[in-house]
């Protein structure tokens, strides 16, 4: 049978098993299963067992609980009212003033979260209020919060890049420190962008109603510093090799409710909730990737990866046409699935490609998490789009109009790294060759 034929049949039964409404996970190990019964004659049974316990033990997982539970610890705090009363003060001489706050409001929340839903939510539930009670311009103040959201996927620590890591069987304390530069460049682009519209259309801008000195800065700041030094410790711990992933993970939870407790926002039932939210989406994509964990290998028995690869390396695609074409594919698919689905269903057909190609997986790694970023505010399926929707009560394709632009950013960003890829190399190469 060919790699068509055995590839369409396969996708048939993934997309009846999603369209019936059965979990994401069970519609992974359900294909591989049909996959195995039809193309193998191994033991469907004793290699479920043996994959699924394989990719749940392992050290590496125990990161994502605990930065999911960072993330939820700190979006019970009053974290996004004190980054708006911090950061109003410093971007008012901007072209675009008040609209930066949405930028780097959601970077600063990005280093501490590592979820684009999570980092939209808490910085927008209080930036667009104050943002449409100014008498900002509202599709851009929606367009900026949506695609200043995903980058709670880029900047470190990342849910995508540890499901990436353990999908793909990469360091994620390399897939961490390679999304230091290109999150840095994606702040810096949208805040670019945000001021070339101010210049060219400054009617839609209200004259600055913040007027403070120095000092007064200083002091609306003073509660921004406590999220500051807790980016640090985590991000530096991993930088300087005093940390695993883990490790740091371990501290930016203490880190959080210490934070949570100084600001008074620590009751037990904000415990309680934080808790349990991170169990069940930890649990969530715990399921998911063993149910791709056991479709990778079910695929390994049927051959089909590895005779893809073949066919597709006859084609004798430029380095170049494969990546056009597989920021085409994740597009697509992002019109339909989440993140996590996308990355955990590809990534087994995929990697072989991209390594048959010569790319560098810590750089596709960074590559694949754009191009999920930009699937974030795609209709119909785009969580970013969602969350906004409920906040603003918009439709979801004026939300989407709104985004446009920056999703036309993010791909100008997968052509920056494409051509210079040292930006993405250099930090993990130069921190991992010290050691």
């Not at 060919?2 to 294909?31: H, K, Q, R, Y």
């Not at 610890?73 to 072209?95: N, Q, Y």
């Not at 900047?155 to 290109?182: C, D, H, K, T």
């Not at 056009?324 to 993140?339: E, H, K, Q, S």
């Amino acid at each position: 049978m060919t790699p068509d034929v055995l590839a369409i049949i396969l996708l048939a039964v993934l997309f009846l098993l999603l369209g019936s409404g059965i979990w994401i996970a069970l519609s992974l190990i359900g294909v591989g299963a049909v996959g195995m019964m039809l193309f193998s004659s191994a033991p469907i049974g004793k290699v479920m067992a043996t994959t699924v316990f394989s990719s749940s033990n392992s050290w590496a997982l125990t990161s994502l609980p605990l930065f999911i539970w960072m993330a939820e610890i700190l979006f019970r705090t009053r974290l996004s009212e004190d980054m708006f009363k911090g950061l109003a003060p410093w971007v008012t001489r901007l072209p675009g003033r008040l609209i930066h706050v949405n930028i780097v409001g959601c970077g600063i929340f990005a280093a501490v979260s590592g979820s684009s839903a999570a980092t939209c939510v808490t910085i927008g539930k209080m930036s667009i209020p104050e943002l449409m009670r100014r008498g900002y311009d509202e599709r851009m103040s929606i367009g900026s919060l949506a695609g200043s959201g995903t980058l709670g996927l880029m900047i470190p620590p990342s849910i995508m890049m540890i499901v990436y890591g353990l999908v793909a069987e990469v360091s994620i304390a390399r897939l961490f420190i390679a999304g230091v530069v290109p999150g840095i460049m994606l702040v810096l682009l949208f805040m670019g962008y945000v001021i070339v519209w101010a210049l060219l259309n400054p009617h839609k801008v209200p004259p600055s109603d913040i007027a403070m000195s120095m000092p007064e800065k200083l002091y609306n700041s003073r509660r921004l510093i406590p999220v500051v030094m807790l980016i640090f410790a985590v991000i530096a711990s991993i930088y300087a090799g005093y940390a695993t992933p883990t490790e740091a993970a371990a501290i930016g939870v203490l880190g959080s409710l210490a934070i949570a407790v100084a600001t008074r926002t620590f009751t037990w039932a904000n415990f309680v909730d934080g808790l349990m939210g991170a169990t069940r989406t930890s649990c969530m994509i715990t399921l998911i990737l063993a149910g791709a964990a056991f479709l990778a290998v079910a695929m390994g028995f049927t051959g089909l990866p590895r005779r893809l690869a073949t066919e597709v390396a006859s084609w004798q695609l430029s380095v170049f046409m494969l990546l056009v074409a597989l920021t085409v594919l994740y597009v697509i698919l992002g019109c339909f699935l989440d993140g996590i689905s996308m990355v955990v269903l590809t990534t087994s057909v995929v990697q072989p490609l991209v390594i048959q190609a010569g790319i560098d997986v810590v750089w596709y790694g960074i590559f694949i998490v754009l191009v999920v970023e930009m699937a974030q505010i795609t209709p119909p399926v785009g969580f970013n789009l969602f969350v906004l929707q409920g906040m603003t009560g918009r439709n979801i394709f004026y939300i989407a109009r709104a985004s446009i632009p920056f999703f036309l950013i993010l791909g100008l960003a997968i052509a920056i790294i494409g051509a210079f890829p040292q930006l993405v190399t250099f930090l993990p190469n130069h921190v991992f060759s010290r050691g």
